[in-house]
């Protein structure tokens, strides 16, 4: 197996003095992972997120990036090789800004973010027609449209498009899909999980939803109470069922 793209070594995060929300995580990340990420609430599944996207600090270990400790890199500095899609569809969007403005904004990621002349040429709308027709939600034919007036799936399917515009080394997918009603939420997996794929993109995706965490992704992490409790890819991971998930969940 190569190099991890991103490690996870002995990493600590605490509440407080003493209470420790993950203990000694240990886990290695490597390109083309898709790993579902389960647990119950508390487990430490956004604790997680927010230590390794640079939201939370560590009290110790390190988080190495292609073998570099990155454990003190700003939020900000991180933004530039990781990405990161909310439950809620209202963040990782400027309301105000079109659809096509908010993707020409997106693809500035790790330079000057500027949108002088606005930069959309009948060539860009095309392009954009073309990037948001495959998310199968008629996002294509907002292009003009204010992002603070689409659905809710519009906007969500919006925001992932806009965390990978600038390939991520890694995409962080926070829930990304548990606003939404039944179906659009099925609809937008579907998409996120065709886009992963085809873009060979490395990502994390927190879910509650079992049978999500089973279908989606070459490789599945639990947590329970701050600690990894099952960690199983490919062939592993296939052969489990949800009963047998169930049983990770009881502390």
């Given at each position: 197996?190569?190099?991890?793209?991103?490690?996870?070594?002995?990493?600590?995060?605490?509440?407080?003095?003493?209470?420790?929300?993950?203990?000694?995580?240990?886990?290695?990340?490597?390109?083309?992972?898709?790993?579902?990420?389960?647990?119950?609430?508390?487990?430490?599944?956004?604790?997680?997120?927010?230590?390794?996207?640079?939201?939370?600090?560590?009290?110790?270990?390190?988080?190495?990036?292609?073998?570099?400790?990155?454990?003190?890199?700003?939020?900000?500095?991180?933004?530039?090789?990781?990405?990161?899609?909310?439950?809620?569809?209202?963040?990782?969007?400027?309301?105000?800004?079109?659809?096509?403005?908010?993707?020409?904004?997106?693809?500035?990621?790790?330079?000057?973010?500027?949108?002088?002349?606005?930069?959309?040429?009948?060539?860009?709308?095309?392009?954009?027609?073309?990037?948001?027709?495959?998310?199968?939600?008629?996002?294509?034919?907002?292009?003009?449209?204010?992002?603070?007036?689409?659905?809710?799936?519009?906007?969500?399917?919006?925001s992932f498009l806009m965390a990978t515009r600038v390939k991520p080394e890694l995409l962080l997918l926070?829930?990304?899909?548990?606003?939404?009603?039944?179906?659009?939420?099925?609809?937008?997996?579907?998409?996120?999980?065709?886009?992963?794929?085809?873009?060979?993109?490395?990502?994390?995706?927190?879910?509650?939803?079992?049978?999500?965490?089973?279908?989606?992704?070459?490789?599945?992490?639990?947590?329970?109470?701050?600690?990894?409790?099952?960690?199983?890819?490919?062939?592993?991971?296939?052969?489990?069922?949800?009963?047998?998930?169930?049983?990770?969940?009881?502390?």
């Amino acid at each position: 197996m190569t190099k991890p793209v991103f490690s996870l070594k002995d990493v600590i995060v605490t509440v407080g003095d003493s209470i420790q929300i993950l203990k000694s995580i240990n886990f290695d990340i490597y390109d083309g992972d898709f790993i579902t990420v389960l647990g119950t609430n508390g487990a430490g599944k956004s604790t997680l997120f927010n230590t390794i996207a640079g939201n939370l600090s560590v009290a110790s270990g390190e988080i190495l990036h292609n073998g570099n400790n990155i454990a003190h890199e700003t939020a900000v500095k991180r933004t530039n090789y990781i990405a990161r899609v909310f439950q809620d569809p209202k963040m990782g969007t400027a309301p105000r800004m079109t659809v096509a403005e908010n993707l020409l904004l997106a693809e500035k990621r790790g330079s000057k973010r500027t949108l002088r002349s606005r930069g959309l040429t009948q060539k860009k709308l095309t392009e954009y027609a073309a990037l948001t027709k495959v998310m199968g939600n008629n996002l294509d034919r907002r292009l003009n449209t204010a992002t603070g007036d689409l659905s809710g799936g519009q906007r969500q399917a919006l925001s992932f498009l806009m965390a990978t515009r600038v390939k991520p080394e890694l995409l962080l997918l926070d829930e990304h899909t548990a606003a939404l009603d039944p179906r659009t939420s099925e609809q937008l997996m579907l998409a996120t999980n065709e886009q992963v794929t085809a873009n060979n993109l490395t990502a994390l995706m927190i879910t509650h939803n079992l049978a999500d965490a089973l279908k989606y992704g070459n490789r599945l992490i639990i947590l329970n109470a701050g600690n990894i409790v099952l960690d199983v890819r490919d062939d592993e991971k296939k052969a489990l069922d949800e009963t047998q998930i169930l049983k990770y969940f009881v502390s």
